[in-house]
């Protein structure tokens, strides 16, 4: 096993490591960090928990220099939440390795009025949602000509037909000498001809690692799986789970009737302003909530710490899609399960996606 040293990562920055407890590097990290260090655009493909973030943080680190006080480091996430998740990431490592950098986070639905007084301050690291970051482009408030590395984190999402027009349109406002790291946990072929057209990058795969992660099933007839979610959060250990709704419920709905039950619920739907959406991820990292009701886009690829247990009430769509949910649990190492909900229709279904993840389904031990 080698050390961040090994990987040619500056010994503050593996104190910094240490001092979160981090002492060895995953084989993303492994394998992405020396890579980067050459310059090319790259695919990191790696699942969910494996520590992709720091995979393109670390070198992005080395390549700043504290004395300009621009914009060098650009960081694009799909969503809002992932963006200030990554941000946030970025200052406790900066802070922990003394560095005299500053971080901002640049998203839609946040005041812009204080985001551009925060940009008075020049900082050299900025990670938000590409409509921000034009919109305040052309309002002649950010600069980014000083660019040396662009990072798409969950790259596929920011190259889907919904994001790629802005992606695309933030890219033409950077240098041309500049690189590129593009970061998935699942990098389908669609995505990676879409970055290729754009970067040309070289692809890092990552196969997935075994897991200590139980995958299970529990039979739910569909009206009463709501019901079904507050009967297993009185019958299991749950200390922090994320249930995950699609188009088939109605998410208000069902926190609602999960507080009238006594379950201590919030929710994270992308419906919802900014400032609710912070305050339910906040409660469930503090503990004052047991169960997050979320939907595949607002959670995509928020890093949650100790997840026990993730619900799926509506089918996922696709294997893509449940691996996307199964990594908000077993991560860094650490134990957890995935309890899908199915009734007699969605029997075959759910059978069809273990047979292609070449996953074992058990039946969930309680009654």
């Known amino acids: 096993m080698s050390t961040f040293k090994d990987l040619g990562v500056p010994a503050h920055l593996a104190a910094a490591l240490e001092k979160r407890g981090i002492k060895e590097p995953t084989p993303i990290q492994e394998t992405l960090i020396p890579a980067a260090a050459t310059g090319e655009n790259l695919i990191g493909a790696a699942p969910t928990g494996t520590g992709k973030t720091f995979a393109y943080l670390l070198p992005a680190l080395t390549r700043i220099d504290p004395s300009l006080r621009a914009v060098q480091i650009l960081i694009l996430a799909p969503t809002h939440e ?7 990431t970025a200052r406790t490592l900066v802070q922990a390795a003394e560095l005299p950098l500053a971080v901002q986070a640049l998203i839609g639905g946040a005041n812009i009025k204080r985001q551009i007084e925060a940009l008075k301050k020049k900082p050299q690291i900025v ?3 590409a409509a921000r970051i ?4 052309r309002m002649g408030k950010l600069r980014l000509i000083g660019v040396k590395l662009l990072v798409l984190d969950e790259f596929d999402r920011l190259l889907s037909k919904q994001l790629a027009d802005d992606v695309r349109a933030v890219v033409r406002l ?5 690189q590129t790291l593009l970061l998935s946990a699942t990098a389908p072929t669609a995505a990676v ?9 070289r692809l890092i795969r990552v196969e997935e690692v075994r897991t200590t992660c139980e995958n299970y099933y529990h039979r739910a007839a569909f009206r009463d799986k709501i019901k079904a979610v507050q009967k297993l959060t009185r019958r299991l250990p749950i200390r922090r789970g994320i249930v995950f709704v699609g188009r088939g419920f109605d998410a208000a709905r069902a926190v609602e009737k999960l507080r009238y039950e006594g379950v201590r619920a919030v929710s994270l739907l992308g419906q919802e302003r900014r400032d609710r959406r912070r305050a339910a991820l906040d409660a469930i990292r503090a503990g004052r909530a047991e169960l997050l009701i979320a939907t595949d886009l607002a959670a995509r690829g928020l890093d949650i710490e100790d997840v026990d247990y ?6 996922p769509e696709d ?3 449940y691996r996307h949910r199964a990594g908000r649990t077993a991560r860094a190492g650490k134990a957890g399960a995935v309890i899908t909900l199915v009734d007699d229709k969605e029997t075959e279904r759910l059978n069809d996606l273990a047979a292609r993840m070449a996953l074992e389904l058990k039946p969930l031990p309680v009654k």
Do not use: H, K
């Open 82 to 88: 992932l963006a200030v998740q990554i941000a946030d």
């Open 127 to 129: 990670a938000g949602s």
């Open 134 to 137: 034009l919109e305040l482009s």
């Open 174 to 178: 950077l240098p041309q000498q500049r």
């Open 193 to 201: 001809r879409a970055a290729d057209g754009l970067f040309a990058p």
């Open 310 to 315: 993730v619900v799926n009430v509506d089918l």
């Open 319 to 321: 294997v893509r899609t």
